[in-house]
C-alpha cells in the first residue's frame, strides 16, 4: 500500500545514517519480514540447514561463531563462505552475537583474529555499552561492519535494569557514532530520534502466545505483539521459539511468527 510505501521510502530509510541498518529496513520492507533468526545449533551444518530452510523468511541470521562444533580454521573459513552465499541467495544479513565488552584495542583485535575474524563476514556485531565509547572507536575504519549496542538485556535480575539509566548512558556513548551504530538490543522502548536519526531496535527473548514459563536459566520471554507494540521492538529476535520444534516444523512456525510480527510492525509504524 502507498502509505506504507512511503513511510518506509521516505520516511525511515531516508533518516538512517548507517549503511547496514538501511540495508536490513530495505530487506525487512521488501520480504515483509522483521523476524531475526537465533541460529543457536551445535551443529555448524544445521546452522547452515536452518539458514537454507528459513531464508525466504528471516531478514537477519544471528550467529554464536564460538559456540558452533567448528574444529578447525579451515571448517570456519568453509562455514562462513556457505553462510554468506546463503544470505546472498536468500537475501538476509548476518549478526554475530559476540557481545563484546573490553576497552577498543582489545575488542579490534578480537574482531579481526584468528579463527573467527568477525569482521570479514558479519554484517553487524553486538556490543556491551559498559566500556564506554571506546568499544564504538575502535570500528572507524572498519568496513561494512555496523554495531548493536546492548542497552538492556532480557535476563531476570540483569545488573542493567538496577543501574539507574544504564539504557540512557548506552544511548548516549552512541552520540557521534550514527553511522557505525545500526541500533539496539533492548527489552523494552528504547527509540531516540536524535539528529532526525532513526535506529533499529532488536528484541531478544520472544515467544509465540503459546508459551508459558522461562527457560531455567534465566531467560524470560514476552509475546511478539507485546515486544513491538508496548515494548517497541522493530526486530524481533527468536531462537528456541523456533528451533525446539522439530526441522519439519522450523519453516510452518517461522511463518507465524514472520506473519505475527510484520503485521504488529506495520500497525506501529502506521501509527
Ligand atoms: O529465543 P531464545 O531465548 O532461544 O534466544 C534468544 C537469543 C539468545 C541470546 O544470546 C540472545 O537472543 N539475547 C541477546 C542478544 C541477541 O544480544 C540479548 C539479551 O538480552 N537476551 C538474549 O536472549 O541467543
Redesign the pocket.
Known amino acids: 500500500n502507498l502509505k506504507l510505501d512511503n513511510l518506509f521510502k521516505k520516511k525511515l530509510i531516508p533518516r538512517m545514517t548507517c549503511t547496514a541498518s538501511k540495508k536490513l529496513l530495505r530487506i525487512m520492507y521488501k520480504k515483509k519480514t522483521n523476524l531475526c533468526l537465533?541460529a543457536?545449533l551445535q551443529n555448524w551444518t544445521e546452522v547452515l540447514e536452518v539458514a537454507r530452510t528459513l531464508g525466504p523468511h528471516i531478514c537477519l541470521l544471528?550467529t554464536?561463531i564460538d559456540t558452533y562444533n567448528l574444529e578447525n580454521y579451515y571448517q570456519v573459513v568453509e562455514f562462513r563462505k556457505h553462510l554468506k552465499d546463503l544470505a546472498t541467495k536468500f537475501d538476509f544479513m548476518i549478526?554475530e552475537?559476540r557481545?563484546f565488552a573490553d576497552i577498543g584495542s582489545t575488542v579490534q583485535r578480537q574482531l579481526t583474529s584468528k579463527p573467527f575474524e568477525i569482521a570479514q563476514w558479519a554484517d553487524m556485531v553486538?556490543v556491551h555499552g559498559l566500556p564506554g565509547p571506546g568499544v564504538l572507536q575502535c570500528f572507524e575504519g572498519l568496513e561494512n561492519i555496523a554495531v548493536?549496542v546492548?542497552a538492556?538485556?532480557?535476563?531476570t535480575g540483569?545488573l542493567g535494569r538496577k543501574v539507574s539509566d544504564y539504557k540512557h548512558e548506552c544511548l548516549k556513548i552512541t552520540d557521534g557514532y550514527d553511522k557505525i551504530v545500526a541500533g539496539f538490543?533492548s527489552?523494552s522502548k528504547i527509540r531516540v530520534d536524535r539528529k532526525d536519526t532513526f535506529f533499529l531496535q532488536?528484541t531478544?527473548?520472544?515467544?509465540l502466545n503459546d508459551y508459558t514459563g522461562g527457560?531455567g536459566l534465566g531467560?524470560q520471554?514476552v509475546y511478539v505483539d507485546d515486544a513491538i507494540l508496548d515494548r517497541g521492538a522493530d526486530v524481533i529476535?527468536?531462537?528456541?521459539?523456533i528451533?525446539k520444534h522439530g526441522n519439519e516444523n522450523w519453516r510452518e512456525v517461522a511463518e507465524e511468527f514472520q506473519r505475527n510480527g510484520w503485521s504488529a510492525l506495520v500497525q506501529k509504524l502506521m501509527n
Do not use: C, W
Not at 531478544?204 to 515467544?207: E, N, T, Y
Not at 529476535?237 to 521459539?241: K, L, M
Open positions: 537465533a543457536d544471528r554464536h549478526m552475537d557481545k553486538t548493536v546492548i538492556e538485556m532480557s535476563s540483569n538490543v527489552h532488536f531478544p527473548g520472544v515467544a527457560d531467560q520471554y529476535i527468536v531462537g528456541r521459539g528451533l
